[in-house]
């Protein structure tokens, strides 16, 4: 068993290293053929059936592996060669030629902030209110639909966020494509996210501390935001990131609210605003060498943004966490 | 409209902070409920023009022209290439999805299913446009000879087919990248339903001498199939809505093709990301006028799923 599972994984890691796809799968096929037939003769049918659903397992959770670390390694060696403090923080892409080297992200780094700190302050709020309700009041039929349709908002396409800010704020409200309206289009993206994370982390809340608060006369408001909010706190914080994180990275709505900008726009209120996602579409529609750079450059300033974001949450989540399954 | 549930426990008076505060509360979870619906509304309501004017039929036009005199539209085109590329992507995702789950939750030590789970978890982070960059850049010249390869030798099959000798920026590629971008959903959904398999049952089939696959056969996956089911839905939910990575790796031919190798597909969420920004006021209402179907496409898709997995959840509180 131990030999056959190693002998698979040599195969496969010796697979990847050639990186073409065809090789990989057919040093996979070749042994899941091998190592079948070779215990359906020593073992039998059923050690056999055993085996050959094991290999694939297997093979299934490292193929899983792959996508990322690709990703990872392409966007760090890609990235690596343009970036630069003077990069991230002070060029833009004002009179820059496509064709020219040079060039920056400050604007777009500016924007980016802009945006998702718009999303996390309008989120944050909506998010733990309605948390709170659904934990602490949500008892019935309206409570049971709020814990549904938050769920399927969870999967609303990022495009149609964007969408709906643009017919709602811009077309009938009449104001003008601005960051704010980007981060509008973030806060539905990042809403049901906040919602369903501190929910979870309330409910793990344990019931003695509400019933001895509420035991010695406090009024039930205060022991939430006294007793059961505090205890939850960095769980609900760890959530909040995580939606950071899941919304930083969103190209498609800030595309239809906000557009294009080459320059810094300090001012999230009125006109266009960069962004990093979209300054990497800006950047690999243009289609020269140079642009290309930046778009890596771009792709992997917003890959640490989100990464560093993602796993802090997590390793907070799992350092805090009370108990695990 | 009855909002007051009685409270869990029940105080001697009700103070004017609490009722203040419940209300409040109870506003944020009502003003959720009606960011969703006024979704629904507007963009139904700024679709109407575009809907009105339309001189093509919306379910059988073949063109997307709806800044032209008369303008003539339709979303059979935009309908098929969601769909097609969503289906190639859930081919390539549910299996690994699953298995990815399945060793996670029964065959991986405690540290390992940690980290891999972390790993699998960490490529939902991963921006689309990363997704798109990549795909087009660095996977796309990877997966061309795999291309060549399906159509060459499975080429009587007609989606493998290729007649134009082309094998970049096809629905193929798209597929895969999506598979990738949906993976995470579908094997963390899987994990938390084999999670609720009641022990008892996995080590009754144990104990009676079943080897680990016949345990999983037969003790797991009946009792997941629901679940299974319904996270293969979510993912396809995510396929279904994605756009920047599709708009970047398709080559957006506005036709019906279902040959997999060839450049060409499209989709509902790619084209309103690539004409946005040249349509004028008819063609943006038509854009929202697709946009429309896939929210409600998509809605279908994820409250059908979340149905199936609240049902089981009532189920197995057990766990």
Redesign the interface.
């Known amino acids: 068993m131990v030999v056959g599972v190693a002998v698979g994984l040599l195969v496969q890691l010796t697979g990847v290293t050639f990186?073409?796809?065809?090789p990989v799968v057919m040093a996979v096929i070749v042994f899941l053929i091998t190592y079948t037939g070779w215990t359906l003769a020593v073992e039998g049918r059923?050690?056999a059936?055993?085996r050959?659903?094991?290999a694939?397992?297997?093979?299934?959770?490292t193929?899983?592996?792959v996508?990322?670390i690709?990703?990872l390694v392409?966007?760090v060696v890609q990235g690596i060669t343009v970036l630069s403090p003077q990069f991230l923080f002070v060029d833009t892409m004002r009179n820059v030629n496509p064709r020219a080297a040079g060039g920056g992200v400050a604007h777009a780094v500016v924007g980016t902030i802009q945006q998702v700190g718009i999303a996390t302050l309008i989120s944050v709020?909506?998010?733990l209110?309605?948390a709170?309700?659904?934990s602490?009041?949500?008892?019935?039929r309206?409570?049971r639909?709020?814990n549904?349709?938050?769920?399927?908002?969870t999967?609303?396409?990022?495009?149609?966020?964007g969408?709906?800010i643009?017919?709602?704020w811009i077309?009938?409200l009449g104001f003008p494509q601005s960051g704010l309206a980007a981060g509008l289009a973030l806060t539905?993206l990042m809403?049901?996210v906040v919602?369903r994370s501190a929910e979870e982390m309330l409910r793990i809340v344990p019931s003695e501390l509400?019933?001895g608060a509420?035991a010695l006369g406090i009024?039930?408001?205060?022991v939430?935001m006294k007793v059961v909010l505090p205890t939850a706190i960095s769980g609900i914080i760890t959530g909040v990131m995580l939606a950071i994180?899941?919304v930083?990275?969103?190209?498609?709505p800030l595309?239809?609210t906000t557009?294009l900008a080459q320059d810094i726009n300090w001012n999230a209120f009125s006109d266009s605003q960069a962004s990093l996602?979209t300054f990497?579409?800006d950047q690999?529609a243009r289609g020269t060498q140079s642009s290309?750079d930046r778009?890596?450059a771009g792709?992997l300033t917003?890959?640490l943004i989100?990464?560093v974001f993602?796993?802090t949450a997590?390793i907070l989540a799992?350092r805090y966490a009370p108990k695990e399954? | 409209m009855n909002l007051m549930a009685p409270p869990l426990i029940t105080g001697t008076s009700v103070r004017p902070g609490d009722r203040n505060f419940r209300l409040f509360t109870t506003g944020a979870g009502v003003a959720v409920l009606a960011v969703l619906a006024a979704i629904a509304a507007f963009l139904v309501w700024k679709s109407i023009p575009a809907l009105q004017n339309n001189t093509g039929n919306i379910f059988t036009n073949e063109q997307w022209l709806p800044d032209a005199d008369p303008p003539q539209w339709g979303i059979a085109v935009l309908i098929f290439g969601t769909i097609w590329t969503s289906v190639i992507a859930m081919t390539l995702a549910v299996p690994v999805g699953i298995g990815t789950a399945l060793y996670i939750t029964f065959y991986a030590p405690r540290r390992i299913a940690r980290t891999l789970g972390f790993i699998v978890d960490l490529l939902a982070a991963v921006p689309s446009i990363i997704f798109g960059l990549w795909g087009l850049y660095y996977f796309m010249p990877e997966i061309v000879p795999t291309a060549q390869w399906l159509s060459t030798y499975l080429g009587w099959l007609p989606i493998f087919s290729n007649d134009l000798d082309l094998y970049t920026k096809s629905i193929l590629i798209a597929g895969f990248v999506l598979a990738m971008m949906i993976l995470p959903t579908v094997s963390a959904i899987s994990r938390e339903v084999f999670w609720q398999v009641p022990k008892g049952h996995i080590e009754a089939s144990l104990a009676l001498g079943a080897t680990r696959w016949e345990m999983i056969r037969m003790a797991v996956l009946p009792f997941s199939k629901p679940g299974m089911i319904s996270a293969a839905m979510l993912g396809l939910g995510r396929a279904l809505g994605e756009t920047i990575a599709v708009a970047l790796i398709l080559s957006a031919v506005f036709e019906i093709n279902w040959q997999i190798t060839e450049p060409g597909g499209n989709s509902i969420a790619a084209n309103i990301a690539l004409k946005w920004g040249e349509a004028a006021d008819n063609g943006r209402s038509a854009l929202i006028a697709t946009g429309m179907v896939l929210f409600f496409i998509t809605l279908v898709v994820n409250m059908t799923a979340r149905w199936v997995v609240n049902r089981r959840r009532d189920f197995s509180g057990a766990n």
Do not use: N, Q
């Open positions: 990186v073409g796809l065809a059923r050690h059936t055993d050959f659903a094991t694939l397992i297997y093979s299934a959770a193929l899983a592996l996508p990322l690709w990703i392409t966007v709020p909506i998010g209110l309605t709170i309700y659904l602490e009041y949500g008892r019935g309206l409570a639909s709020i549904f349709f938050v769920d399927v908002m999967g609303i396409p990022s495009i149609v966020a969408m709906f643009y017919t709602f077309l009938t539905i809403v049901p919602v509400r019933e509420l009024p039930k408001y205060r939430i994180a899941r930083t990275g969103e190209t498609a595309l239809l557009f996602p990497i579409w690999i290309l778009a890596w792709a917003l890959i989100v990464l993602y796993a997590r799992a399954r």
